[in-house]
């Protein structure tokens, strides 16, 4: 079994001399590209990654280290290889492709061997590495996280941003996805063409020194430092340091449903709503640790009870934002979700 993060260092091994540029066709749909290097996989695999792509809405570009694709800057979105038992860098071929070719493409490396735990996530975020065979549901999970938006080019480090706020065209979003580091953010607005549904509380997002996420009834930037939470139900964050990554709650109020997940935890399900009706105020600090999911759903009783979702946080954030997202479908009230995993 591979040994925690620090023994996979991620070294990069020096670029292999380069072959002759071949032209990269566009591609026809628009999705972003996936490079995979078919080489290094079996047949199985490699029909497991395309239906990974294909459920992520990527496309699937087979790759080989012969080949140049430097015309695919700014199309190609992640690369895709494996990495052999025992190994503790990246193949030669993969490294010149993210180092050379296209540099700072994230890479996701699928092992050939048992890891501590389903994910290992290396250089904030840039490199992946993933369980042996691991299921479509599960690799299309972890791609589309790896897919995932960096926060608005405009935004500056410790400024809140409404995380559904219209793109451009003017169309409402529904559902955002973002990429903080190693850590995942995904955000649904709640289906609003149910006759009489009210208007769906409004997330906002900040980052700095980790994420912070607050659930409110307000369209107003909250200002959590003065006491002002602008009508907040919820208020996650996710606090990194040098050392260690840290959740920190506010108990939530009656308006908000809050619970943290984790495969790697005992128990896997925490309800942190308990804390409301046993009648908790104030805070509450944990350690985080790769693998934790933090769901938090306004209102509270818009999807029911967390704890009956039949939410399996191995598959990762992604899949559980489908899950309630497909339930939000069926709900009677508009509804805001929240979910930020720690890769």
Do not use: K
Not at 68 to 97: E, K, Y
Not at 195 to 216: E, F
């Amino acid at each position: 079994m591979n040994e925690p993060v620090d023994r996979h260092s991620g070294t990069v091994a020096e670029p292999t001399t380069a072959a002759a540029t071949s032209p990269v066709p566009n591609s026809d749909t628009g999705h972003r590209q996936i490079i995979v290097a078919e080489q290094q996989l079996d047949p199985g695999v490699a029909q497991t990654i395309r239906e990974a792509c294909a459920a992520a809405g990527a496309d699937y570009h087979a790759w080989t280290s012969t080949e140049r694709i430097d015309a695919l800057a700014g199309q190609a979105a992640l690369a895709i290889g494996s990495i052999s038992p025992g190994s503790r860098s990246i193949p030669n071929d993969l490294a010149s492709l993210v180092t050379d070719q296209l540099p700072g493409l994230p890479l996701l490396l699928l092992a050939q061997e048992a890891l501590v735990r389903p994910v290992v996530t290396l250089h904030e975020g840039l490199v992946t590495l993933i369980d042996p065979a691991p299921a479509t549901a599960r690799l299309a999970s972890c791609i589309r996280a790896l897919l995932a938006d960096n926060p608005p080019a405009a935004t500056a480090i410790g400024v809140w941003w409404p995380a559904l706020a219209a793109p451009r065209g003017g169309a409402p979003a529904r559902r955002r996805e973002y990429r903080v580091g190693a850590s995942w953010i995904g955000v649904l607005d709640g289906l609003r063409e149910v006759p009489g549904a009210d208007t769906a509380p409004a997330v906002w997002l900040r980052t700095g020194a980790g994420v912070s996420a607050v659930i409110t009834t307000s369209r107003e930037e909250p200002a959590p430092e003065t006491g002002d939470l602008g009508g907040a139900v919820a208020f996650v964050q996710l606090e990194a340091t040098e050392a260690r990554l840290d959740w920190f709650f506010l108990v939530p109020h009656g308006g908000a449903a809050m619970a943290l997940f984790s495969a790697q935890r005992f128990p896997p399900f925490t309800d942190l709503g308990r804390l409301r009706a046993q009648g908790a105020v104030g805070s509450r600090r944990l350690a985080a640790a790769p693998g934790d999911l933090a769901v938090a759903v306004a209102p509270f009783d818009a999807l029911g009870p967390l704890s009956a979702l039949e939410i399996d946080p191995s598959l990762g954030g992604a899949a559980v934002l489908d899950r309630l997202e497909a339930r939000s479908r069926r709900a009677t009230v508009a509804c805001s979700c929240l979910v930020i995993e720690v890769r």
